[in-house]
C-alpha cells in the first residue's frame, strides 16, 4: 500500500473562497524534501484542471496547504489532522522508519521487545535502502539473490 496524503489549500479570491483538494502520493524515500513541497502547489493545480498561468494559481503558490487525510500501513501514528504539510511530512520522516518497521514485524509474527538485535538488523536494512541508490539486477542476479538462504 502506498502512503497517500490528502491535501487541502483554501483561499480568497475576488470575493470567493476556493478549495483546491488533492490526493498526493508520497515518494519512497525523501531525497529532496524541499522539492517535494516546491513542487506540491504544481501538483494540486493539475490534479484541479487550475491553469498554472493565473492569479487563482498564483493565490494557491501562497496560500498554506494542509494535510487533511492520510492512507498508509502507519496511518494510526499521525491522527493529529490536519496540520500544515510542512509539520506532517517532518514527523512522517520522525515516526515513519520505525513505524514501518513496527508494522513488518507484525506481520512476520516478530517480537522486537524480545528479539532486540532483530529491531536493529530491520532497522539497519531499512536505513541501507533509503541512501537513495538504485540497485539494478538483471532477472538472473533478482532470481540468484532471492533463491538465496538467508535463514
Known amino acids: 500500500m502506498k502512503s497517500t496524503i490528502k491535501v487541502q489549500a483554501k483561499f480568497d479570491f475576488r470575493g470567493e473562497t476556493f ?16 522539492l517535494f513541497l516546491q513542487q506540491l502547489p504544481n501538483r494540486i493545480a493539475k490534479l484541479n484542471n487550475l491553469d498554472v498561468i493565473s492569479y487563482k494559481f498564483e493565490m494557491l503558490e501562497s496560500s498554506e496547504i494542509e494535510v ?5 500501513r502507519i496511518a494510526s501514528t ?13 514527523t512522517y520522516l520522525q515516526v515513519g522508519a520505525d513505524a514501518f ?14 528479539n ?8 539497519a536494512a ?3 535502502g533509503q541512501q537513495g541508490q538504485p ?10 539473490l532471492s533463491n538465496q538462504n538467508w535463514f
Open 78 to 90: 499521525i491522527t493529529e489532522l490536519p496540520m500544515r504539510v510542512e509539520q506532517f511530512l517532518e
Open 126 to 128: 531499512y536505513e541501507l
Open 135 to 144: 540497485h539494478k539486477h538483471s532477472r538472473a542476479n533478482h532470481n540468484a
Open 19 to 34: 478549495c483546491y483538494q488533492a490526493d498526493i502520493d508520497l515518494p519512497a524515500s525523501f531525497a529532496d524534501f524541499d
Open 101 to 114: 518497521l513496527q508494522v513488518i514485524a507484525e506481520d512476520h509474527q516478530l517480537d522486537l521487545k524480545a
Open 68 to 72: 487533511i487525510g492520510f492512507q498508509s
Open 116 to 123: 532486540p538485535d532483530i529491531a536493529k538488523a530491520l532497522k
